[in-house]
């Protein structure tokens, strides 16, 4: 089975300011897909980045990065220079088999 | 234009109705999927389809019903709901030829309220 953990149930950042959303997971699977996903107020779920278990990179795309502990066990969404539009629950999540979605990050961006 | 379409978007229901949501996707995937969000609660995946066939099914009550009749279509049938079943209900689809790596893409959901 496998398990997603996000500890951060609300989180404040500043326009053009860092931020970090945290997300742990436990898995028996040698080899897995780690995903997070944006829902904005309006509901639908929008896919942001990816990063396999054995990629030898973090994943970064545009905005978005992924700092990947495979060790840790942790695989952190980096959110740089934060837009008023940032604002939305934040969800990390594993797929295959079964599958888990973690609780979520409310990311509010304070003008 | 989203790849993956829902309707409607906004259902209320009294216990004894039946309904049914519909799903669509125009992506080529071979995969789709019914989530249930419940305010407070984790994402919760119901039902999972590849190639038409039911390939999941999380101990969700026959009150709920899916039917897939192609890869490109996904409808949950509903009747007799409870209250506690009011909820955003999820669609997405994936392209499942690298389960680990698939990527699934949502709909807008339908927000279902049960009277």
């Known amino acids: 089975a496998q398990k997603i953990t996000q500890t951060q149930p609300g989180m404040f950042v500043q326009e053009k300011e860092a931020v970090t959303l945290d997300c742990t997971y436990d898995?028996?699977?040698?080899?897995?897909?780690l995903f997070w996903y944006k829902q904005p107020s309006s509901g639908e779920m929008i896919f942001l980045i990816y990063?396999?278990?054995?990629?030898?990179q973090n994943a970064t795309e545009g905005r978005y990065s992924l700092n990947f502990q495979k060790a840790r066990k942790s695989a952190n969404l980096v959110i740089s220079a934060s837009q008023l539009g940032d604002s939305a629950m934040y969800f990390c999540?594993?797929?295959?088999?079964?599958?888990?979605f973690g609780t979520g990050t409310s990311l509010t961006v304070i003008p | 234009e989203t790849g993956v379409t829902q309707t409607p978007r906004h259902l209320v229901m009294g216990m004894t109705n039946k309904k049914s949501l519909k799903c669509e996707q125009h992506l080529g995937h071979n995969a789709m999927y019914w989530y249930k969000q419940s305010a407070k609660k984790p994402l919760e995946l119901m039902f999972v389809y590849n190639f038409k066939e039911q390939t999941e099914n999380n101990s969700v009550p026959s009150r709920f019903s899916p039917e897939c009749p192609n890869s490109s279509h996904l409808f949950l049938h509903l009747h007799t709901l409870q209250p506690e079943d009011s909820a955003l209900y999820l669609c997405?689809?994936?392209?499942?030829?690298?389960?680990?790596?698939?990527?699934?893409?949502f709909g807008p959901g339908t927000r279902l309220l049960v009277l």
């Open positions: 990063q396999g278990s054995y990629d030898q």
């Open positions: 898995t028996s699977d040698p080899s897995y897909g």
């Open positions: 997405a689809s994936s392209s499942n030829k690298d389960p680990g790596a698939e990527t699934q893409y």
């Open positions: 999540a594993m797929r295959e088999p079964g599958g888990s």
